[in-house]
């Protein structure tokens, strides 16, 4: 058995049961013993959508995402998927081979790279190729992405260790936190009349069920509202004290009760930029909280009063032990729940419908949708001008619902996002949520949908444009032409993949879905969206302003 193969077997010992890659000469060996040992491999169009496609699969499985790229051009084109999974802290290790030799064209400086994009770097090493394999695997687990260099003379050589021995210790539990910390938070809520607790991905990443059901008894006993930040959309839903979003995306009910606050308890959430609009939407007066397991994320996007070091859950249970038989009404009357019944959803916030014979309003659009489509889904949007609504009109059944690869801020994930979600949770309808822009960018992974027979939703609002740049650059009498297209049938690219596909003007034209629901759902489905919006979405304005 040579390296390359006992890597394979060795990742699948550990838990690897997909792989997605394009493979080449460089990772043919490694994958092919991962597939014999019994993974999954995905084939991706290119390296950059099997990396996001990876990123996704870890994000709404809750398991270790894996990507295989051959050596050089493989690995750069994967690097943006890569960026992504790193500053959204994915789970991942990326098989990256290695040419040795420097004056080769396809060598890179490896652990630079990693280093530049914020991912961990580990090399095989031939003295003890599968402890490094391990090692890597247990700091994904952690919450890592990883690069693990396979350099390809190692590969090549003869394996003088066993993958199938038992896996060595993952190192040390994450501290229980400090009796101090939990004490001091305690009080903070005995002494709060309006707390508010803004859950992150941080809480998100933790098993859905259990983040949940600690983060809702706390809030239960000291009467506090439950926001999250963009990412862990869906956490909390259902419960009456939900007021969704926290930032640019929160209705205006959920901006003005948060604005509120005399307590704000941050769970795995770093309250940045968008999280907070820049700082605005927190009351000055308010007492701050941070809890997060890595003490370096305490602080570090704006000033804390109290800072808590531990998983979310062992804290959320750890302060609701502290407090005793101890309970408060805070937010909790009758006339507030009434309120976000009848105002916490944005589809509830009347609107002047813009659209025209040439298009729809894309918060039409998304309502039809939200109407249209089984609650049991799974919606992973892009980025661009677009996003808020589906973001925001789309319903999701938990935090394993929504899938939102926005750390980076690239256009063009989305589509290889909606890919990887549908692999991991066949048992949902998988919507893509997408720009034209980003649409066209990843266009080349409709083959990949198709050839794996996903009966996923593909929705393209399509403003033949760049909308943000339009909107934001428009208004101030700058020329437009490097950010604006001709109008593109984007359903007839759609059926040249193999696509079910079709054109939406108004409401109407949503007939098709249902039909599409109601068939066999054996290829995707495209609609092109033909929207039309007379103003740019209202989280971009207030972005805009922030900037």
């Known amino acids: 058995m040579t390296v390359a193969e006992g890597i394979g077997r060795r990742l699948a010992v550990l838990g690897a049961d997909h792989v997605f890659g394009v493979v080449g000469s460089g990772n043919f060996h490694v994958t092919n013993a991962l597939i014999a040992a019994g993974a999954r491999f995905v084939a991706a169009a290119h390296e950059g959508g099997a990396a996001t496609m990876a990123d996704a699969y870890a994000r709404v499985s809750g398991r270790v995402g894996v990507l295989s790229v051959h050596q050089g051009p493989g690995v750069t084109n994967a690097l943006t998927g890569i960026a992504e999974a790193a500053k959204s802290r994915t789970p991942l290790v990326v098989l990256a081979p290695e040419a040795p030799n420097p004056r080769s064209n396809f060598h890179l400086d490896l652990a630079g790279l990693a280093a530049a994009v914020g991912a961990g770097f580990r090399r095989v090493c031939r003295e003890h190729a599968l402890d490094d394999v391990d090692a890597a695997w247990w700091r994904a687990t952690a919450g890592e992405t990883v690069v693990l260099g396979l350099p390809l003379d190692v590969q090549a ?11 060595a210790a993952p190192g040390p539990a994450r501290p229980a936190p400090r009796a101090e910390e939990v004490a ?20 998100a990443r933790q098993p859905v069920d259990a983040a949940r059901a600690a983060l809702t008894r706390l809030a239960d006993r000291c009467g506090a509202l439950l926001a999250v930040s963009a990412a862990a959309k869906g956490l909390f839903a259902g419960d009456p004290w939900y007021v969704d979003v926290s930032g640019g995306f929160a209705t ?10 005399d307590l704000v308890v941050a769970w795995g959430s770093t309250l940045n930029m968008w999280t907070t609009r820049h700082g605005r939407l927190i009351p000055a007066g308010a007492t701050v909280v941070q809890v997060d397991h890595d003490p370096g994320a305490l602080g570090i996007n704006r000033k804390i009063d109290l800072g808590v070091v531990g998983d979310v859950v062992a804290v959320a249970e750890a302060v609701t032990a502290d407090l005793g038989d101890w309970s408060a009404v805070g937010w909790r009357s009758a006339q507030v729940r009434a309120r976000i019944a009848d105002e916490g959803q944005w589809r509830n916030v009347p609107y002047v419908d813009s659209s025209t014979r040439e298009g729809i309003d894309p918060r039409t659009l998304t309502i039809a949708l939200d109407d249209l ?7 992973a949007v892009d980025s661009g001008n677009f996003m808020g609504y589906p973001a925001m009109f789309l319903s999701v059944p938990d935090a394993a619902g929504f899938c939102f690869t926005q750390a980076f801020q690239s256009v063009g994930l989305g589509l290889a996002t909606a890919i990887g979600a549908a692999v991991a949770r066949t048992d949902r309808l998988t919507v893509a949520a997408l720009g034209d822009g980003g649409f066209l960018m990843s266009v080349a992974e409709l083959a990949t949908a198709v050839r794996l027979g996903l009966p996923m939703v593909i929705v393209v609002y399509d403003d033949a444009a760049y909308g943000a740049e339009v909107h934001h650059f428009g208004p101030d009498g700058h020329p437009l032409d490097t950010v604006t297209f001709p109008d593109t049938d984007l359903a007839a690219i759609g059926r040249g993949f193999g696509c079910d596909a079709l054109t939406v003007r108004s409401p109407a034209d949503l007939v098709g879905v249902r039909d599409w629901l109601d068939g066999p759902r054996s290829a995707p489905l495209l609609i092109d969206a033909k929207v039309r919006s007379p103003r740019g979405a209202w989280w971009l304005e207030e972005a805009f302003r922030g900037h």
């Open 157 to 167: 050589e003869a394996l003088q260790d066993d993958p199938y021995r038992a896996p």
């Open 184 to 203: 001091a938070l305690a009080e903070e809520l005995r002494r709060a009349r309006r707390p508010v607790f803004i859950a992150g991905r941080g809480a």
């Open 252 to 261: 205006p009910l959920a901006a003005s009760l948060i604005a509120e606050a």
């Open 373 to 379: 489509l089984p609650a049991e889904r799974t919606v």
